[in-house]
């Protein structure tokens, strides 16, 4: 089963209000990585958090990390239109030195 | 400025054929990724590489093989193409297993 699993699938907004996504996993992992997806385009890295982190911020976006709960959350702040696109977390598991992937969630920031 | 590509961009084959998927990155990276990417999946790693001559099984690799001959390129190659293969097919490649993956632009294959 997938490790990061991303709630929820799909979140509509007014532009200028916050936007939070939720990521769980299951197993011990060395850092847990946020990337974005435009529509029809690769993926690019938005921020790394390390296993040992509780908080990390990059410009509007702040993410979390509670390894006791094994779970993860993104924060868009001031949203725009620009941030329409899906985001997927990608814990970085310790026993499988490789990122897994969820299978993201989709926002649409609203006019 | 450092980039990864992949080409063909747009493929359209028939089942039964084979295709590879180029994938260059100038990064200079020892790890090399390809994933698909479906609705309702998120993305599936294929095969990944942690260096020359290197390659290991993804979650989902049956049907596809890669090789790696040197730094910058990790083809993939569908033996026999297949209808379930249809898919938008991501490379990747980072530094080390922790760090940040870049991502290529994909490839869209369609097997009629």
């Known amino acids: 089963s997938q490790q990061g699993e991303e709630d929820p699938q799909a979140l509509s907004i007014q532009e200028g209000e916050n936007a939070t996504m939720n990521c769980s996993y299951k197993t011990s992992i060395n850092n847990l990585q946020w990337y974005r997806q435009n529509s029809g385009r690769g993926l690019v890295h938005l921020i790394l958090i390390r296993s040992n982190e509780r908080e990390k911020h990059s410009g509007r976006l702040r993410v979390t990390l509670d390894t006791s709960k094994k779970s993860s959350s993104l924060l868009i702040t001031a949203s725009r239109a620009a941030d329409t696109a899906s985001y997927f977390c990608?814990?970085?598991?310790?026993?499988?030195?490789?990122?897994?992937f969820g299978q993201g969630t989709r926002l649409t920031i609203n006019p | 400025d450092a980039e990864i590509t992949q080409s063909p961009r747009h493929k359209i084959t028939e089942t039964g054929r084979q295709v590879t998927l180029a994938c260059h990155q100038t990064?200079?990276?020892?790890?090399m990724f390809w994933y698909r990417q479906d609705l309702g999946h998120g993305l599936r790693l294929i095969h990944y590489s942690y260096g020359v001559h290197d390659t290991n099984k993804g979650e989902v690799s049956d049907g596809y093989s890669v090789s790696r001959s040197n730094t910058e390129d990790l083809p993939l190659t569908l033996e026999s193409a297949a209808s379930s293969q249809t898919s938008v097919y991501f490379c990747?490649?980072?530094?080390?297993?922790?760090?940040?993956?870049?991502f290529g632009p994909g490839t869209r294959l369609l097997v009629l």
């Open positions: 990608a814990p970085s598991l310790v026993r499988a030195q490789k990122l897994v």
């Open positions: 990064w200079n990276h020892n790890n």
């Open positions: 990747a490649s980072s530094k080390t297993t922790q760090e940040t993956q870049y």
